[in-house]
């Protein structure tokens, strides 16, 4: 069954940079674009971006250039989002989710990661 | 890029019905979404898709109480028979070329 693994929590400072693991496995890793999403506590829901692992180009919101790169490893099946220069406004879950197939609705969520950014 | 509208909150009794609405904007009123459950502390789960003609696609294993249907730019979410599992947020989802786009979600109370 497909399966999108996330780490637990992180806690850093502001300033600082956070790198998230995504660990697929249950499908062909490189056949469907990963997604990111985020919630800010007690928020929606908020689109970052996406990466295809099969080649590694990504697309990110405008809201998150130049702050986010989004990367995978083909070898262990794992995206990454690194979020840098963080803020307090940043502290959220943040998800990754795998689309039904190119450009479609996404079907499969990881259970998220919490990043909080504090001193 | 495409916008997504939903209310607050809604509420209704154990055991009836509640429609959920989301409404695309204008322009992009022939647009596919997909409606998403989270319940309380969970990570968001796909619940089916709605497209323009009023069809809808359900995820594996989302129960028969829930069905979906459009008027227009309005998408819908129906659960009947509602059960206390059923309070959560839903949230709809669309997409073009450029963006993906959430709607603000509805926080569902099952009274």
């Known amino acids: 069954q497909v399966q999108l693994a996330q780490s637990g929590a992180e806690v850093k400072k502001p300033g600082a940079s956070v790198k998230v693991p995504c660990k697929a496995s249950?499908?062909?890793?490189?056949?469907?674009?990963i997604h990111w999403v985020r919630q800010a506590p007690g928020q929606g829901l908020e689109w970052m971006g996406i990466?295809?692992?099969?080649?590694?180009?990504?697309k990110y919101a405008q809201k998150f250039q130049g702050r986010v790169t989004m990367t995978r490893d083909t070898s262990t099946s794992t995206v990454y989002m690194e979020l840098s220069t963080l803020r307090s406004e940043d502290t959220a879950i943040y998800y990754c989710?795998?689309?039904?197939?190119?450009?479609?609705?996404?079907?499969?969520w990881g259970q998220g990661t919490l990043v909080t950014v504090s001193s | 890029q495409p916008v997504l509208t939903q209310s607050s909150s809604a509420s209704a009794s154990l055991g009836s019905s509640v429609k959920l609405t989301c409404t695309l904007s204008?322009?992009?009123?022939?647009?596919?979404i997909a409606w998403h459950q989270q319940q309380p502390g969970k990570a968001p789960r796909y619940l089916m898709k709605?497209?323009?003609?009023?069809?809808?696609s359900k995820g594996s294993g989302v129960p028969d109480r829930f069905s979906g249907s459009t008027s227009g730019a309005d998408r819908y979410l129906t659960i009947s028979n509602l059960q206390s599992e059923d309070e959560a947020d839903y949230y709809c989802?669309?997409?073009?070329?450029?963006?993906?786009?959430f709607g603000g979600g509805t926080k569902l109370t099952v009274l």
């Open positions: 709605v497209e323009g003609s009023g069809t809808y």
């Open positions: 989710a795998r689309g039904a197939g190119s450009g479609s609705f996404l079907l499969y």
């Open positions: 989802e669309t997409w073009d070329s450029n963006s993906r786009v």
């Open positions: 990466i295809n692992p099969s080649d590694g180009t990504t």
């Open positions: 204008s322009r992009h009123s022939s647009y596919i």
């Open positions: 249950g499908y062909t890793f490189t056949s469907f674009y």
